[in-house]
C-alpha cells in the first residue's frame, strides 16, 4: 500500500515534504482509522503516529472547512505538545482553507472561548484546558468528528485520566483514536467510557 487513497491535497503536501512511502505502522494503521472505528495505536518512537494523526484527521475533514464548530479535536500533554502539533499540522493544511486552533491553560479562557466562538476546524488542546472549556459551554461538539490523543502514555496522570473520561461523557459521538508507546492498563480501562468495541493496531 501507498498513501494513493488520500485526498489529492494531502498527497501534494506528502511529496512537498519528501514522503513518498508509509512506515509499516502506518500501512496497518491508517485503512483501520479510516474505516471508522475507536482505535487503540501502539508503536515505538519514529512510527509515524503523529504523521498518521495528521493525515487521518485532515482525511476525515476532507481538507476543507466546514461551519463554526470544531469537527476534530486532538488531545496532547501540555502547551508545548499543543504549539508543536500545530506547527506540524500547518505543514500539512497550507494552502488549505482549514482552521487550526491551539488551546492551552495558559492562555486566558474567556479569549479561548471568543476565538474559537469565531469558528474552527480542529481543536489541538489538553485534557484539562477541554474540560475547562466545556464547563464554560466554550467549546461545542455538535459537529465533532473524530477526537485523536497523540503521546497518549501521560493520559496515566490522574488529572488528565479524569478529565478525559469527563470530556468524553459530554461529546455525544465521535470517533476516537488513541496514540501511544505502550498499551497502558489504565488506557485500556477507557473502553468502559468511550473506545467501545476498540480496535487494536501495534507495530
Known sequence: MSFKKLNQHLLERLEFLSISEPTPFQKKSIPVIKSGANVYCTAPKESGKTTTLILTTL??????????????????????????LYDTFFEYTKYTDVRLYASYKE?????????????IDILITTPTTLHKLFLLNGVSTSQLKICSIDDGD??????????????????MKCQ????????????????????????????
Open 107 to 119: 492562555l486566558h479562557i474567556d479569549i479561548q472561548k471568543s476565538e474559537i466562538f469565531e469558528g
Open 59 to 84: 482525511q476525515k475533514l476532507k481538507c476543507k472547512a466546514e461551519g463554526n464548530a470544531p469537527r476534530a479535536v486532538v488531545v496532547v500533554e501540555n502547551k508545548e505538545k499543543v504549539l508543536e
Open 154 to 171: 501521560f493520559l496515566i496522570q490522574k488529572s488528565d485520566y479524569t478529565a478525559m473520561i469527563t470530556v468524553a461523557q459530554s461529546i
Open 176 to 203: 476516537y483514536v488513541i496514540y501511544s508507546e505502550k498499551m497502558h492498563p489504565k488506557l485500556e480501562r477507557f473502553e468502559d467510557f468511550f473506545m467501545e468495541r476498540s480496535t487494536h493496531v501495534k507495530a
